[in-house]
Nanobody, 119 residues
Framework: QVQLVESGGGLVQAGGSLKLSCAAS????????MGWFRQAPGKEREFLGA????????RYPDSVTGRFAISRDIAKNTMYLQMNRLKPEDTAVYYC????????????WGQGTQVTVSS
């Protein structure tokens, strides 16, 4: 099992920045990819990006390319999401996830952290 804990959420003004963290514990050697998602009230969960854990290569959807960036610290078993030029529509609960085999089927999820962007 892998446990994931997000942190770093909060209230930020539009145009500001925020950096989220996702700390992994347990069977971290099983992790092949880690990713970020978000879900706003009444909306479906949205994929924000993923990193291949061992190699560090990342991928993002077009919707956040250029504003959001994923990084990781293998020694700390922690993934980060740097979010810049935030907009009120970025308000959501942000989740991290881990996959054992690829970056498309997610096996473990964190509990989420709230990000609120005020206008």
């Amino acid at each position: 099992q892998v446990q994931l804990v997000e942190s770093g959420g909060g209230l930020v003004q539009a145009g500001g920045s925020l950096k989220l963290s996702c700390a992994a514990s347990g069977r971290t050697n099983d992790i092949d990819h880690m990713g970020w998602f978000r879900q706003a009230p009444g909306k479906e969960r949205e994929f924000l990006g993923a990193v291949r854990w061992s190699f560090g290569n990342t991928r993002y959807p077009d919707s956040v390319t250029g504003r959001f960036a994923i990084s990781r610290d293998i020694a700390k078993n922690t993934m980060y999401l740097q979010m810049n030029r935030l907009k009120p529509e970025d308000t959501a609960v942000y989740y991290c996830a881990a996959a054992r085999y690829n970056g498309y089927a997610w096996d473990y999820w964190g509990q989420g952290t709230q990000v609120t962007v005020s206008s």
